[in-house]
């Protein structure tokens, strides 16, 4: 229509209409790109806050598990570091409780499994990481994705050198297994063990108290050096971050570090 037109006008030499059916022409292809970049931009908004709150649900429910862990491998680097200060005399001498031979006979498991956050994973396969536009988030993202990386090396280089104890020096240890209850009201039980070593024969054998040492230098890297300790604060950043961009309050404080 707008052609047939321009071939009239041309011919008739009117160049103002020649001029103004350009203009038209121009600004109609300007105009109709302008929309769907308009619309492409709102549909990037709109995934944006859903992927933001997908991501919040992922990040709770890690931050949990990682916590979780923490305290855990904490608790035990504390029983082993006890248990190591007398077994190496540099504190007076006392018999081994069981939670710090519990400790000594798990000296060697210090690393976890944890899974990648499925809302990261799904935007990354989607090729649409573009759609984030929080810099803070996205270097704090980046950030917990490079720990984790590292998390996952030092587990895997500390495994080769560590020593199950235990299972290396029978002699040294007792390993009872106890059933002990699940919570107070469900009735249900699980089964624990119960770790007893003598001390003294464990300071006799130089091979273990070499294995120890070597044991409790992985488990140190591991939790807080380069492993759990920064990936679960790295997990609390990313939670603080989230839930600044979406106005999220928590009834309880335990996002707070
Ligand atoms: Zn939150």
């Known amino acids: 229509m707008r052609l047939r037109s321009l071939t009239k006008h041309i011919k008739d030499q009117n160049w103002f209409a020649v001029a103004l059916d350009f203009f038209i022409v121009v600004f109609g292809v300007f105009m ?3 929309v769907s970049n308009w619309n492409a931009a709102r549909v990037d908004r ?3 806050i859903i ?3 997908a991501l919040h649900q992922d990040i709770v429910e890690a931050e949990q598990i990682s916590k979780r862990i923490l305290n855990m491998r904490l608790a035990r680097f504390n ?4 248990a190591v200060d007398i077994l190496f005399e540099r504190v007076p001498w006392r018999e081994l409780s069981n939670e710090e ?3 000594i006979g798990n000296s060697h498991v210090a690393g976890i499994i944890w899974t990648d956050l499925p809302a990261v994973s799904g935007l990354r396969d989607a090729g649409r990481t573009g759609i984030l536009h929080d810099d803070t988030l996205v270097q704090n993202l980046a950030t ?3 720990r984790q990386d590292a998390m996952g090396k030092i587990i895997e280089a500390v495994e ?3 020593v199950d104890l235990p299972r290396a020096y029978p002699d040294l240890f007792k390993i009872t297994p106890v059933k002990i209850p699940l919570g107070t009201e469900t009735g249900q039980t699980e089964y624990d063990t119960v770790f007893v070593c003598d001390g003294k024969k464990l300071q006799h054998s130089r091979a273990a108290m070499n294995a120890l040492a070597v044991n409790i230098e992985g488990y140190d890297g591991v939790v807080n050096l380069v492993g759990v300790k920064p990936w679960a604060e790295q997990t609390n950043a990313v939670h603080m971050r989230l839930d600044k961009i979406l106005s999220i309050t928590h009834a309880n404080e335990e996002t707070t570090p």
């Open 51 to 53: 992927f933001l709150n």
């Open 79 to 82: 029983d082993l570091e006890n």
């Open 144 to 146: 917990l994705i490079q």
């Open 101 to 103: 031979c519990n400790a």
């Open 32 to 34: 109709g790109l302008q």
């Open 46 to 48: 709109a995934d944006e």
């Open 160 to 162: 080769i050198t560590t």
